[in-house]
């Protein structure tokens, strides 16, 4: 222990020596957009029944929460698929399925969860201490999973009794809570766990204010009120149905002529015109999340496999992406792009967190005629190639059509490669990409915002980094329980990630979500998953 925290000391030296060769600017957070999670539905007159439509902006990949990706999943599994936690609208943590926060023994490594009695999964099977257990054992081992990284070294989890389940950790992980109040944390029925495997997904039973009926691929997904549900009092809308609308202008459309209720993620283009409209509301929110392009370093066979050298400059050589980074404008990009409803991203860390500091959030200041001396120094002529996919939908085309511009600036030619989004989760997952314009909706604890994507073996290591020093500090934040020394260590994190560029942060989207005045009870928070459980049709709607 001893040598390695020495080691540590070293690290803090080395990182902050780095960051001083770099001039830097800070991220600029917008004042003149107002947060609106939605209003729950509480004592409001609502009309019971009823079928909301949403328009969902891009397909989820499987409806099954231990190998999925996609945020689109989160979206329709919040009212099928209850977990452990929750956030609520001011970021805190709050119990679901679990009846109180977990308590932690005096060594960290053993962490307790009280779970809720008389409760069923939507097939009638009990939910109790060891379906709990069943659903997290795999989430950890099971071959595939996305949520093994995120739950933390752990040695062994087991149940105490019928309302207790405890997990046993080889090493304190501080963010197992936050990790819990995602998918990881979304318990299964153990039955139809039973009867299938590995095609759960595709028919997933969970506990939840609905359950899954039937998806049609590409068109829809549908979910029925669920009558065993332990809320069922709260839960007004008979169903709901996902429907797969990937262009935006297409669901603004949709929106006004009321063919369906709700869609997310509308384009800041449109906002400003949907919102004066009587018959909508506009509901946002900030992000934990960020966007930005993965740079494929080394994932030949696959995240969570040996890494192995990639032989582009690119690829090899942390000056190549340093320049990108510096010909990335993000300020002008936002501006240019998004009418500055969204803001630039350096960081991983998002700025609304406990975590963050003015270190951990800054941005490499934009330096185009310094992007083209280090390609200089690396040996790489001029414009210089790069092969980058983008979300084959108007805003992203936007926004990597100005890139190119900007990283032309210094010595670029970014060529951009439409495509659809559930072809580009493969090709990060598979490794056949250069660039990737890809975000993540975000996490409240920083630990699942960076251990996934930026640790050694992980299955979330989309861009194949292989950085013991990160690694170290990385597993050093997720094993403190000090919120002080957390933040020290992910600000020195942070110096390492801009030295080596894995993921060239560029912005953090608001989460914009229209409903029609006639639907009250729709929230959406900073997690950006769009709540619709317990939505209703207010009680005055006509026809």
């Not at 002529?257 to 709700?262: K, L, P």
């Not at 210094?410 to 598979?430: H, N, T």
């Amino acid at each position: 222990m001893l040598v390695r925290s020495t080691r540590m000391l070293v690290l803090g030296v080395v990182v902050a020596a780095l960051a001083s060769c770099t001039s830097v600017q800070h991220a600029e957070v917008p004042a003149t957009h107002t947060d609106d999670y939605g209003t729950p539905v509480g004592t409001q007159p609502v009309r019971e029944g009823g079928d909301l439509v949403m328009g969902l902006s891009n397909e989820p990949d499987k409806l099954d929460p231990t190998t999925s990706s996609s945020l689109y999943m989160r979206y329709v599994m919040s009212t099928i698929c209850e977990k452990l936690y929750d956030n609520d609208p001011s970021g805190a943590l709050v119990p679901q399925l679990a009846t109180a926060l977990p308590t932690v023994s005096a060594d960290g490594l053993t962490v307790t969860i009280p779970v809720r009695t008389g409760v069923e999964f939507a097939d009638g099977t009990p939910f109790n201490a060891a379906a709990v257990e069943t659903s997290l054992k795999r989430h950890f081992s099971m071959e595939g999973s996305q949520r093994t990284g995120e739950m933390g070294p752990i040695k062994e989890i087991e149940t105490v009794d019928s309302t207790h389940v405890a997990i046993h950790y080889n090493q304190p992980f501080a963010p197992i809570t936050a990790a819990l109040a995602d998918r990881a944390g979304m318990i299964m029925s153990p039955t139809a766990l039973k009867e299938k495997e590995k095609s759960f997904g595709e028919a997933p039973v969970c506990v939840g204010p609905f359950k899954f009926v039937k998806r049609v691929l590409q068109t829809s997904i549908q979910v029925a009120r669920d009558p065993l549900y332990y809320d069922a009092a709260k839960v007004h809308l008979d169903s709901i149905t996902y429907r797969i609308m990937p262009d935006a202008k297409s669901r603004a459309q949709a929106l006004r002529s009321g063919d369906i209720q709700a869609a997310d993620t509308m384009s800041p283009s449109d906002v400003e015109t949907l919102e004066k409209l009587p018959q909508l509301k506009l509901l946002q929110s900030g992000s934990f999340g960020f966007q930005g392009l993965y740079i494929n370093m080394g994932n030949v066979d696959g995240a969570g496999k040996p890494i192995k050298p990639i032989n582009s400059p690119i690829a090899k050589d942390p000056k190549v992406r340093l320049a990108f980074s510096l010909a990335t404008d993000r300020q002008g990009l936002v501006r240019k792009v998004f009418n500055n409803w969204y803001e630039p991203a350096c960081t991983p860390i998002a700025p609304r967190t406990s975590y963050a500091t003015r270190a951990s959030t800054t941005c490499p200041q934009f330096n185009p005629e310094r992007s083209k001396q280090l390609l200089a120094e690396a040996g790489v002529p001029t414009p210089y190639p790069v092969t980058m996919q983008v979300m084959n939908v108007k805003d992203q085309l936007d926004y990597a059509q100005a890139l190119r511009d900007s990283v032309a600036q210094g010595g670029f030619d970014l060529k951009i490669v439409p495509a659809e989004y559930s072809s580009m989760l493969e090709a990060q997952k598979k490794g056949s990409y250069e660039a990737l314009l890809l975000g993540w909706s975000g996490r409240i604890d920083p630990d699942g915002n960076t251990s996934r994507f930026l640790t050694t073996g992980s299955s979330g290591n989309y861009s194949g980094i292989n950085s013991p020093v990160l690694d170290d500090l990385l597993g050093w934040a997720a094993h403190s329980t000090s919120a002080a020394q957390r933040g020290a260590l992910y600000e020195q994190a942070v110096r390492v990630i801009q030295r080596e560029n894995p993921y060239i942060y560029t912005y953090r989207l608001r989460n914009l979500t229209v409903h029609s005045t006639w639907v009250t009870g729709i929230e959406v928070y900073a997690d950006g998953a769009v709540r619709l459980g317990k939505a209703a049709y207010v009680a005055d709607r006509k026809g």
